[in-house]
């Protein structure tokens, strides 16, 4: 099992918080997002991944991009800590979760994104951030919301026990936190940070503890 990963990746970041959940270890392959014009963009990596995005498994034969599509497949196949609920009803509340961070929040604000903004459009370093901050605190008002008050809410996303929501939600926070954005409307989701923060597994995955942290 091969992780190609870099450590300030997010979703590389949500993928370390699921191995680490069920017990299982990868070797890591390390891809620097930035350095030499992006590692991404070379001839190894283009051959592992024509999309140019992190993080990509191989295991079991297969080469698999895509943090949610790898979390489910880790899901199916290994034993371990589920990282979705038994319930239809359950496992389709965790992957809205999931997908409003993963699908909704993140891509907006990765770094192609910001290069882009920057490159291409001229946006200074204030204008880029005021477009992260805009996009995060959208989605994040979202979340809130959804979560608050809700019963299948509990110390984590869903339920007392941490799962493919949770494995999202750090990571997001983790870069919101790194752009200054405001997180004191939503304690709900600080709270429930705080209990992943309290596990072996989120703290592991942490990216300052990444060998390959700069």
């Known amino acids: 099992m091969e992780l190609h990963t870099y450590y300030r990746s997010s979703a590389s970041y949500r993928v370390r918080i699921a191995l680490n959940l069920k017990e299982l270890t990868a070797e890591e392959s390390y891809v620097h997002l ?5 590692e991404q963009f ?3 990596f283009d051959a592992v991944n024509p999309q140019h995005l992190l993080p990509v498994l191989e295991i079991d034969g297969l080469v698999l991009p895509q943090s949610l599509a790898i979390m489910e497949y880790l899901d199916e196949t290994r034993q371990g800590a589920p990282l979705l609920p038994p319930d239809p ?3 389709a509340r965790v992957r809205a979760l999931s997908q409003m ?7 907006i604000n990765n770094l192609r ?3 882009y903004l920057g490159a291409e459009l001229n946006a200074s370093q204030d204008q880029k951030n005021a477009w992260y901050r805009h996009w995060v605190a959208l989605g994040l008002d979202a979340l809130e919301r959804q979560l608050v008050g809700n019963p299948a809410t509990g110390r984590f996303c869903h339920g007392d026990t941490p799962g493919m929501a949770d494995c999202c939600l750090v990571p997001q926070l983790y870069n919101a936190r790194r752009f200054d954005c405001d997180l004191s409307g939503y304690p709900t989701l600080l709270a429930i940070d705080a209990h992943c923060a309290e596990l ?3 703290r592991a995955a942490h990216p300052d503890l990444q060998p390959d942290a700069e």
């Open 200 to 202: 072996a597994a989120f």
């Open 42 to 44: 070379g001839a190894a």
């Open 113 to 115: 994104v910001l290069k």
């Open 101 to 107: 961070i993963a699908a909704d929040i993140h891509p």
């Open 34 to 38: 930035s350095k030499n014009g992006g």
């Open 89 to 91: 009803a359950g496992r």
